[in-house]
């Protein structure tokens, strides 16, 4: 019977021993104590620096900038909330667009060109890693519109060069019937050029032009006034409805020194110039600050005798067209076949001003956005842009305006030029 109760008091001993060893491993072990718990990982903190822009050179369209934060958890992606209600921005209605974070990558940019109007908007970027995510606080921005009296709420360019209106059509499709001047009575606003009918200078203020010592940019001792703000100012232009010019066409230099991909938001840039034998007033510009889409120019005030003016002809038309592997015939029709005024905004052909004051026909072409009709297989490959003088206008006029020269591209009659460009996978 003793000996019973002595086994029984040392297998009670040696299972305590053993639990106590359990207890002991799985408290104080190198595993936490919960083999099946996944790590706590804490969201990044929110981007910093976050501001949001007019686009140059474009409208109905924003530029977002922000910074990775420096500290905490990395962020997996940034995420692009847009609305046009204050305080409910951050909600997963109003989610745009996701953004991949990239090591070791600080600075970030998206331009928004997607179905903006002028009004009230308001933006939010957030840090997102598989923690959670982190929104910076609202930015508000009032897209700017379309020169010419057409929606334009906020400061836009002023022309600074020398242009010449080939058919008495201003920038919006109005008839012309004034003529340059600096008195501000007799300003002819259907040039489309600043100041617009909305625009309103000081009451003490009878001439241009008009430089706001607000907008004052001071560099190298010498003052300079900005673009897009209330300075405002307008280069020498003429009506050439009277004349026939004869003009040499030239491609924007980024669809030649970039490489464009399948993901490429393109820039197309048309100018039509013209040899003067009188000069005509120009205001001097220079580049004071920012580059590429945050570029800013202005002016100290200074003219000079111009011997090229910019020509717009209202006529104008551009096609996209996709060729074929052997860069020779087209595939399927074309992506775009259009004149001006057929809309605003990306997508769009436009006649517009830019940052250094000159005249461009400007067309953003969103390719990385683009959904391909089933005839065009692909986004890479050759592809032909094309500008051309119709017949008439969109308003009835006949053209007078004769491209005897091509500065790059290629050159098929004095109504039509085109250029080639490669656009590569991403």
């Not at 109005?174 to 489309?192: F, N, P, R």
């Not at 300075?231 to 490489?259: C, F, K």
């Not at 991909?261 to 004071?288: D, F, G, H, N, W």
């Amino acid at each position: 019977m003793n000996t019973d109760r002595h086994r029984l008091r040392s297998t009670l001993a040696t299972l305590a021993a053993i639990v106590a060893l359990a207890f002991v491993v799985t408290a104080c072990g190198g595993g936490g104590g919960d083999d099946d718990s996944t790590p706590t990982i804490d969201p990044p903190d929110a981007p910093t620096s976050f501001t949001v822009e007019r686009t140059p050179d474009a409208t109905l369209s924003a530029t977002l900038t922000w910074s990775a934060a420096a500290t905490g958890t990395e962020a997996t992606s940034f995420e692009v909330y847009r609305s046009t209600t204050a305080g409910t921005v951050f909600q997963p209605d109003n989610h745009l667009i996701s953004i991949p974070a990239v090591a070791g990558q600080t600075l970030y940019t998206f331009v928004d060109n997607a179905g903006l109007t002028p009004v009230d908007t308001y933006w939010v970027v957030s840090a997102k890693n598989a923690g959670g995510e982190t929104p910076t606080a609202e930015v508000m921005y009032k897209p700017i519109g379309p020169p010419g009296g057409t929606g334009d709420t906020g400061y836009g360019n002023n022309f600074s060069a020398a242009l010449i209106f080939a058919d008495g059509v201003g920038l919006g499709g109005d008839a012309i019937t004034g003529t340059w001047t600096s008195d501000l009575t007799a300003i002819d606003y259907a040039t489309g050029l600043r100041p617009l009918s909305t625009e309103v200078l000081p009451p003490t203020q009878t001439t241009l032009p008009y430089f706001d010592p607000d907008t004052e940019f001071l560099l190298d001792g010498t003052s300079y006034f900005e673009q897009q703000t209330a300075s405002t100012r307008q280069g020498e232009w003429v009506d050439g409805s009277g004349e026939q010019p004869h003009v040499t066409a030239t491609w924007g230099d980024n669809l030649i020194s970039q490489s464009l991909t399948e993901e490429s938001v393109i820039r197309i840039e048309m100018v039509l110039s013209k040899a003067l034998s009188t000069p005509m007033q120009s205001y001097s510009m220079k580049s004071l600050y920012g580059a590429k889409n945050n570029e800013i120019q202005g002016t100290d005030g200074t003219t000079y005798d111009n011997s090229t003016a910019f020509v717009f002809a209202s006529n104008a038309h551009l096609k996209i067209e996709k060729l074929d592997d052997t860069g020779t015939t087209v595939v399927g029709a074309p992506l775009y076949d259009q004149t001006l005024w057929e809309g605003d905004g990306p997508g769009f052909l436009g006649g517009e001003v830019n940052v250094a004051g000159n005249f461009t026909y400007g067309f953003v072409w969103d390719l990385k956005s683009q959904v391909l009709p089933l005839d065009i297989p692909s986004k890479t490959g050759t592809w032909r842009i094309t500008f051309s003088l119709d017949p008439q206008s969109p308003q009835g006029n006949f053209n007078n305006t004769f491209i005897d020269t091509a500065a790059n591209g290629v050159r098929v009659s004095d109504t039509e030029v085109y250029i080639d460009i490669n656009i590569a996978a991403k």
